[in-house]
């Protein structure tokens, strides 16, 4: 499905991009991991089906950081097919920490923490890929997406909502270049590593993400600037 083809992956060294990681690599793609967290997992699972990867720590709120990103990528594999846009800071993981509470008393650290991560992140590695797919003229952006509507999830909630607006924006400017950006969610409701244990009983794990992002990564350009689902096998625009 992707042979051949070259998928940048943040936020991939755990929960749902580390699962993703190797959904793309079993898709035929060549894989670029990349996290401010440990990679040893993620490359494990990739060298035991023989993938052929490359892992880069990277701290995606670092301009330099994700300059070099992108450049080890084409240094070793020569292209960027697919941008996966997937580290953020999730409230869901520490729903007990005392900082994600209501505005009036929300923690500033915090919210600069999650602003930068999940948006700021998502500017500078669209920002630096994009040089290198509009040079080949083909590429996809995707961005995850996520719920998080409670109480004390508002800079969660402000990233993603701000990153559909991104997604739209991009898509414009990159249509000429046949360049597909778009956002998608995991599906459902799904626990990530460091969900507290009563909330992992009620969801499923990473796994129930299934193939959806390595489908998304051949969208039509009817869909870009759209948030996207896989209903039926096939790729359709949610509202």
Not at 1 to 11: N, Q
Request: charged share 25%; aromatic share 6%.
């Amino acid at each position: 499905m992707l042979d051949g083809k070259v998928v940048v992956i943040t936020g991939s060294g755990g929960g749902i991009g580390r699962y993703v990681a190797r959904t793309y690599a079993q898709a035929g793609a060549k894989v670029v991991v990349a996290d401010v967290k440990p990679l040893d997992r993620v490359a494990a699972d990739l060298e035991a089906i023989e993938a052929d990867y490359l892992g880069v720590p990277t701290d995606v709120r670092d301009d330099a950081a994700v300059r070099n990103l992108m450049e080890r990528t084409m240094d070793r594999f020569g292209r960027i097919d697919v941008l996966h846009n997937n580290a953020a800071i999730v409230p869901h993981v520490s729903r007990h920490d005392p900082r994600w509470s209501r505005i009036a008393g929300l923690d500033l650290d915090l919210w600069n923490s999650v602003i930068q991560t999940n948006l700021g992140g998502t500017f500078l590695c669209t920002r630096h890929a994009l040089p290198y797919m509009e040079a080949q003229r083909s590429g996809h952006v995707i961005s995850t997406m996520g719920g998080g509507r409670r109480v004390g999830a508002a800079p969660y909630q402000v990233s993603k909502d701000a990153i559909r607006s991104f997604t739209r924006a991009v898509a414009d400017e990159e249509r000429e270049f046949n360049v597909c950006v778009v956002t998608m969610s995991p599906g459902g409701r799904i626990a990530v590593e460091g969900t507290d244990p009563e909330t992992l009983a009620n969801f499923p794990g990473p796994e129930a993400v299934g193939n959806r992002f390595a489908l998304a990564a051949e969208a039509g350009m009817e869909l870009s600037g759209k948030l996207i689902d896989v209903e039926d096998g096939k790729l359709v625009a949610r509202n």
